[in-house]
């Protein structure tokens, strides 16, 4: 079913909202690596069919965002940079810590959100990816620099590795 003008105004506007929010807690807290998934997050989530910031509160949503990117790149974790306390995020947005991770979960679950996601990873989870380097040729798990060169040039101009 087709949006209404209205309906499209008050994604747009929640999203822009959202964007604010979290931008200015990755710009406190963060980097621009956290900043530019967030928002690549929110434009995502305004794309799906049942919009799911159009229900709840909008911090609500932006501390979960920022939440479950956090979780799939090891932000809780001492030994990474950058690194927030789970329970900063929600006190920062003056939300509860358990509202914060079923939403968060919700949008894990949603987008399957996984450590060294393709496209929700920073870009030092990337790096540390140690899947990167191997690709599956009919059921048999190869090196890359097993393959020929040009087909390593192929998948590399694929986007595969």
């Known amino acids: 079913m087709a949006r209404t003008k209205t309906e499209k105004q008050k994604i747009e506007a929640i999203s822009q909202e959202l964007i604010e929010m979290t931008s200015e807690f990755c ?21 799906k069919r049942q919009v799911p910031f159009l229900r709840g509160r909008v911090n609500t ?3 979960a965002i920022v939440y479950a990117l956090g979780q799939i790149n090891f932000l809780f974790d001492r030994s990474f940079e950058p690194y927030v306390a789970a329970g900063d ?8 810590q358990s509202t914060v991770g079923q939403k968060a979960k ?10 060294w996601h393709p496209e ?16 599956m ?22 986007g595969i590795v």
């Open 137 to 158: 040729i009919d059921g048999l798990i190869v090196p890359i620099n097993m393959l020929a060169p040009e087909v390593q040039e192929e998948l590399r101009r694929r």
């Open 89 to 96: 995020i929600p006190k920062y947005f003056g939300v509860s």
């Open 27 to 47: 710009d406190q807290h963060l980097d621009e690596d956290y900043k530019q998934l967030a928002e690549k997050l929110i434009l995502k989530m305004k794309r």
């Open 106 to 115: 919700a949008i894990r679950d949603m987008f399957d959100l996984h450590y």
């Open 61 to 63: 949503w932006a501390a």
């Open 120 to 135: 929700f990873a920073t870009q030092r989870m990337r790096d540390s990816d140690p899947y990167k380097d191997l690709v």
